[in-house]
């Protein structure tokens, strides 16, 4: 009894050695392909514990999980580091294949914390977790964690301000923000009692920079806090690090080195950064300077920090960084210089932080070539980093614009107007006003920017600008004058032409005018020829014509029609002009009026006119100086008709020339065209009854006051497309069982959409995809002794979703005892086409399962052991 109770004291001395080591940590993972990541996870234990582990277990999310463990008597994927104040810096690697997208939320617990943890209860005894949230969403493009560049570990001195940084570096160019969260437990579950630190001011994460900021610890010990590190691209939140990192609070009379005010930079790819800085100690303590961040572990050309001159009391050090096009980055570069004092006493720090900001050099040589309708750019082809196509801007007259030291693309203070982009590397641009063709007159002005795949834009390039060459002849009307389907009219003028030389081109002249028909309008026909002797005959009526169709474009040459000198004048200055027609677009109540045209002159004003029911007139509505009119009040499912009149200008050689045209007709019917808002999906999975569950939100509650059924729709492969799988009938009915038949796969990707009053059909919800049931499992015990009881090994094979399988079981000797692909397994407890039952013992299994998953089949290795009981002898080796 001594001797047990003995050995009893001496198990229970030897667990806090096995548990009490965790101290710091975090899960970190950078893209393979698809859907394979490489994940890391970096923990921070006690030196002396006898618990630093030779493996840990990821738990995926996916209902699945992995061990990185020893292998031969190595640590397989996994990497010990000794540093200094007695830590292992320890790194377990390991690659995973998800099921397909979604959010996957990655844990990894290890029994226990360390000893004495002041702000959480009973430490000793509490499980560290970590965990990493990730979005798989093909759409975002290819995603890595940021890289957390500083140690979790620190130290703080009584009553002095403690500052940490993770210097995080999105190898993506992704932003990056943080906010504290709190210490976890077992099963990632938030710690029982846990409380922030106590301080004398505040304890708080900057949102941006990083910075933690402990003011003021009072009292020592050893301290646990959390933080999120959260990744952002495009506004959307796709990932979320929780670092759990720990600080060791000291009594000491030793104060902390004070660096310097540091500048920020912002340079050219190409620019030398180069700059020395001091850190001072007040103690004449020796300081070592230690800066991370993106510019320092680059792949080219990165930043170095050596020391300049050091002594007591001071550090002086020099950045050097010689950029270049690689470096080229959306968000600037965060750099965190940290200074340490060397003593004998505790070693304490200044943080402190600077930006670099590397822009792309802009575009060069941009120039502006004019017809008389349109204007071409061509600019060189920018030869720095990986350009993804360009920004075109526009505006008119001269801006004086000169980008300052720190100033990318094109503010919108300037006037300018993004009017395009080119991909690639195409460096030409036509600008004909979207079809509406540009203006006579108009001093057009345009800068360029190169585009990266971050986001980044390039410094704006020099401003080129350019007018339209004056037509020849100038075309100053295309109105419609009278409505009518075989007998309609449209009034065309021009200005009498003055700009020629009257002695090479002595007349008599002609005009010839030029019509396309609506639906081919580069298909133009001769209409009419007018001879004029003096020039004078610049008007044309068009008729008959169908003027209930729309537009009608129009263009004049003039030739000198001297005998022996005939020749069109001018050729290269020819303008086209089109009739005003009216785009209507139907709403609720209401109809938008978009005025569509392509002519050479400005139009500054529109009068709109509404037909009146009653006498069939057009009365005028109002006047705009807008290109759309939205006339509202209106009682869905009654027509209207619209006319417009547009009143406008041009100058041609030094004179100003007014005109008004009027348009076609154009009329409309007010509808509910407006689709409902979508609504909110969440999607789960209840795998013993082989069924998924839709739950959704219900729009009129919210942003919708007329939805009255929805429609679910389905696939079960994630890349097709989704179709509908079924309805329901009322607004109130918000959620879908979805019973799958036997022998197929559980997963599956679901959106719902809601129907109106008017059959208006809303944006498919947030598409969800489900793939987290277990298929297939294998049990590790059978008795085939002849009872009736457990004599056959047979798998569990949720709803049949698997058909094939290759399943080989080994003794312990390595001999082939049963294969098989049938996925019940069937195995009967006797030998492989010899017959006989096999000895009772332990038996080694691989099993290939092949299964059905959202992205295809899926090859899962199931490997353990079968314990056999058959009531046979002693397994021998030759068996």
């Not at 030897?14 to 394979?36: M, V």
């Not at 020592?220 to 806090?225: A, L, M, S």
């Not at 959260?230 to 030793?254: A, H, L, S, W």
């Amino acid at each position: 009894m001594k001797k047990l109770i003995h050995c009893l004291i001496l198990l229970l001395l030897s667990l806090p050695a096995f548990s009490t080591h965790n101290r710091a940590g975090e899960i970190t993972y950078r893209q393979i392909s698809g859907y394979t990541y490489e994940f890391t996870i970096t923990t921070f234990t006690y030196k002396y514990s006898a618990a630093n582990r030779s493996q840990l277990e990821f738990q995926w999310g996916d209902n699945t999980s992995s061990i990185a463990s020893i292998d031969s008597g190595h640590i397989d994927n996994t990497i010990i580091v000794d540093l200094p104040s007695d830590y292992y810096y320890n790194t377990y690697t390991t690659q995973h294949t998800f099921p397909g997208p979604g959010i996957y939320e990655i844990l990894v617990q290890d029994p226990n914390r360390n000893y004495g943890i002041r702000n959480i209860p009973n430490s000793v005894n509490v499980v560290f977790s970590i965990t990493t949230t990730m979005l798989i969403a093909p759409e975002i493009g290819t995603n890595s964690t940021p890289q957390l560049l500083n140690y979790p570990i620190d130290k703080a001195a009584l009553g002095h301000i403690f500052i940490h940084n993770p210097a995080a570096f999105d190898p993506d160019g992704d932003s990056i923000a943080y906010s504290l969260t709190v210490c976890t437990g077992q099963d990632g579950n938030p710690i029982s009692g846990y409380s922030l630190p106590m301080h004398s001011d505040t304890f708080y994460v900057d949102a941006v920079s990083g910075d933690l900021v402990w003011y003021t610890p009072v009292d020592t010990g050893k301290y646990n806090v959390a933080m999120n590190i959260m990744e952002y691209r495009n506004g959307i939140k796709i990932g979320n690090i929780v670092r759990d990192m720990q600080i060791n609070v000291y009594r000491t009379d030793n104060n902390p080195p004070v660096n310097p005010a540091l500048n920020d930079y912002c340079v050219i790819a190409g620019d030398l950064i180069d700059f020395q800085f001091t850190t001072l100690d007040a103690d004449n303590d020796s300081i070592r300077h230690t800066l991370t961040g993106g510019p320092l572990i680059v792949p080219t050309n990165p930043a170095s920090c050596i020391t300049v001159a050091g002594g007591p009391g001071f550090k002086t050090s020099r950045f050097y960084w010689q950029t270049d096009c690689n470096h080229i980055r959306r968000l600037p570069f965060q750099v965190t210089v940290k200074s340490k004092d060397v003593t004998n006493d505790i070693d304490l720090v200044d943080i402190d932080n600077f930006y670099i900001t590397v822009l792309a050099p802009p575009p060069l040589n941009l120039a502006a070539t004019p017809t008389s309708s349109e204007i071409t750019l061509d600019w060189e082809s920018s030869n720095c980093g990986a350009i993804t196509g360009y920004a075109i801007y526009r505006r008119e007259g001269i801006s004086g614009f000169e980008p300052d030291s720190c100033e990318n693309g094109v503010p919108a203070y300037t006037g300018f107007i993004k009017i395009g982009e080119v991909t690639g590397s195409n460096t030409t641009f036509t600008d004909d006003n979207i079809g509406d063709g540009l203006a006579q007159g108009i001093d057009y002005c345009y800068r360029v920017t190169a585009l990266y795949k971050d986001g980044a834009e390039s410094i704006a390039s020099e401003e080129a600008c350019a007018s339209l060459i004056p037509g020849f002849p100038a075309l100053l009307n295309v109105s419609v004058t009278k409505i009518g389907e075989a007998d309609g009219e449209i009034f065309v003028s021009w200005i009498k032409p003055r700009d020629f030389d009257p002695v090479a081109a002595s007349g008599p002249y002609v005009f010839q005018l030029f019509r396309s028909s609506p639906g081919d309008p580069d298909n133009f026909v001769l209409i009419d020829s007018i001879q004029t002797p003096d020039l004078e005959d610049t008007v044309f009526y068009d008729t008959p014509l169908n003027t209930l169709i729309y537009p009608y474009h129009y263009s004049v040459k003039m030739f000198n029609n001297t005998p022996g000198n005939r020749f069109e004048m001018k050729p290269d200055n020819r303008e086209i002009a089109s009739s005003l027609y009216l785009d209507i677009e139907a709403e609720d109540n209401q109809l938008v009026l978009t005025f569509r045209k392509k002519v050479p002159w400005i139009n500054s004003e529109y009068v709109i006119y509404r037909q009146n029911s009653a006498t069939l007139s057009f009365d005028s509505l109002t006047t705009t100086q807008e290109k759309s009119f939205t006339d509202a009040g209106l009682q869905n499912g009654i027509t209207y008709c619209y006319r417009v009149k547009s009143l406008g200008w041009r100058p041609i050689e030094s004179l100003i020339y007014t005109n008004s045209n009027f348009s076609h007709i154009g009329c409309g019917t007010p509808v509910d065209v407006e689709p409902p808002c979508p609504p909110f999906l969440e999607v789960r999975s209840e795998c013993d009854s082989f069924m998924n569950v839709l739950t959704w939100t219900n729009p009129n509650n919210s942003c919708a006051d007329d939805v009255v059924r929805y429609i679910i729709y389905y696939s079960p492969d994630y890349d097709a497309m989704l179709d509908s799988l079924n309805g329901t009938s009322k607004a109130t009915d918000t959620i879908f069982y979805h019973k799958l038949e036997s022998g197929t796969q559980l997963a599956g990707c679901y959106a719902v959409t809601a129907i109106d009053s008017f059959n208006n059909e809303s944006a498919f919800s947030v598409i969800r995809c489900v793939d987290e049931c277990v298929l297939y499992e294998l049990p590790n015990v059978f008795t085939p002794n002849g009872d009736n009881i457990n004599d056959v090994y047979v798998s569990y094979n949720l709803n049949n979703a698997i058909q094939k399988v290759d399943m080989k079981i080994f003794n312990r000797f390595g001999v082939l005892v049963y294969e098989t692909d049938d996925p019940a397994i069937n195995w009967n407890g006797q030998y492989k086409n010899k017959g006989g039952n096999v000895a009772s013992g332990v038996y080694y299994y691989i099993c290939d399962v092949y299964e059905p998953r959202i992205i295809g089949t899926m090859t899962r290795t199931l490997t353990g052991f079968i314990h056999v009981y058959t009531g046979e002898g002693t397994l021998m080796p030759n068996e």
